[in-house]
């Protein structure tokens, strides 16, 4: 079993920078993908980050050239480097895990982009 806790949310300007650390607890040898996900209010929840075991990266496209997914194995952490924000980035960003396929989730971590 794996838990996840984020932190790094808040509030900023647009155009602003904010950088989003989830840290994993339990099985973590098992993990394979990591990835940050984020929901609007009445919206449905989008995938905007992926990074594998091997560090391969896939972004949405909305937040290609803006957002940096980066993972640290040895310290079970998973990043998101969020740059050149918009008030449309504005959501709840929540970490996620993947083993075998299961999924786990961290609690989530709001981030607020003030026009």
């Known amino acids: 079993q794996v838990h996840l806790v984020e932190s790094g949310g808040g509030l900023v300007q647009a155009g602003g920078s904010l950088r989003l650390s989830c840290t994993a607890a339990?099985?973590?040898?098992?993990?394979?993908?990591m990835g940050w996900s984020r929901q609007a209010p009445g919206k449905e929840r989008d995938v905007v980050a992926i990074i594998t075991r091997n560090l391969n990266t896939k972004y949405a496209d909305f937040v290609k050239g803006r957002f940096t997914i980066s993972r640290d194995n040895a310290k079970n952490t998973v990043s998101l480097q969020m740059n050149s924000l918009k008030p449309e980035d504005t959501a709840v960003y929540s970490c996620?895990?993947?083993?075998?396929?299961?999924?786990?989730w961290g609690r989530g971590t709001q981030v607020t982009v003030s026009s």
């Open positions: 339990g099985s973590i040898a098992s993990i394979n993908n």
């Open positions: 996620w895990s993947s083993i075998a396929g299961e999924l786990t």
